[in-house]
């Protein structure tokens, strides 16, 4: 089997295992990126058989698809727990640290990530990484302050590069209408005090650190599917 489609496969079976934390009237995250894609597919199917879910959705993407596929889709006004969420990740680091925002979707995903009982990850076994950092992590940042950001960055010893639309329009704007940058580092050794001091540059909106958050990750491989826990 070619390795891009070994691959797939290993998100698709990850995908399927995430099913069985979903349980009837959950109120269900719907995260953002190809693997959570598939696993939204499959949660479309279910509902088409009857199942009675919603789902809040991190990112515009995310809750088109779902709409598409007949997912009745809820929010923060109506609810504010939600009951399982389902994401990828770039890297998945030790004690379930993550990196994520390869998709650009980081900010809306760390705020259903932060509403959630229970947060699993799903993704191919090429995502875990004994440390973080060779994934260059992304930054969301007030358009504005992206100079004075970049620049403490570079203090903090990261290489930022703003990010391009894949449709060549200039840089990649994210859903709240902010730049990513991503930033280039020679690995993350302490993500806690990296992401600290991250936080505390004025104009950061958010970073790609998830730290704390997930409860499980299912990992899919040609050896098939585990789950590995912090
Ligand atoms: C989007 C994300 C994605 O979850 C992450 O990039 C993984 O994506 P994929 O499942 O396509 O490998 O964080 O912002």
Not at 54 to 81: C, M
Not at 193 to 202: L, V
């Given at each position: 089997m070619p390795e891009a489609s070994a691959q797939q496969a290993a998100k698709l079976a990850a995908a399927q295992h995430a099913l069985r934390y979903v349980e009837p009237g959950n109120v269900v995250g719907l995260g953002s990126g190809s693997t959570a894609s598939l696993f939204?597919?499959?949660?479309?199917?279910?509902?088409?058989?009857?199942?009675?879910?919603?789902?809040?959705?991190?990112?515009?993407?995310?809750?088109?698809?779902?709409?598409?596929?007949?997912?009745?889709?809820?929010?923060?006004?109506?609810?504010?727990?939600?009951?399982?969420?389902i994401d990828g990740a770039d890297e998945i680091g030790p004690a379930m640290s993550l990196i994520k925002g390869g998709g650009g979707k980081l900010l809306r995903e760390k705020i259903v990530a932060s509403a959630c009982k229970r947060f699993i990850i799903v993704a191919d076994d090429t995502k875990l990484v004994a440390q973080l950092g060779a994934f260059p992590l992304p930054i969301e940042v007030i358009p504005m302050a992206v100079p004075l950001v970049d620049a403490r960055l570079r203090d903090l010893?990261?290489?930022?590069?703003?990010?391009?639309?894949?449709?060549?329009?200039?840089?990649?704007?994210t859903d709240e209408g902010n730049i990513l940058?991503?930033?280039?580092?020679?690995?993350?050794?302490?993500?806690?005090?990296?992401?600290?001091?991250?936080?505390?540059?004025?104009?950061?909106?958010?970073?790609?650190?998830?730290?704390g958050m997930a409860e499980r990750a299912i990992i899919a491989g040609e050896d098939g599917v585990r789950e590995v826990m912090p």
């Open positions: 939204i597919q499959l949660l479309g199917e279910r509902v088409k058989q009857g199942l009675r879910i919603q789902g809040i959705a991190s990112s515009q993407d995310s809750e088109n698809l779902a709409r598409s596929l007949g997912i009745p889709i809820t929010d923060f006004t109506k609810h504010q727990v939600i009951d399982v969420a010893g990261f290489t930022p590069k703003i990010r391009q639309a894949k449709d060549g329009s200039g840089n990649y704007i940058l991503d930033c280039t580092s020679s690995g993350i050794v302490d993500p806690e005090e990296t992401a600290a001091e991250i936080r505390s540059i004025i104009g950061v909106v958010e970073h790609g650190l998830f730290l």
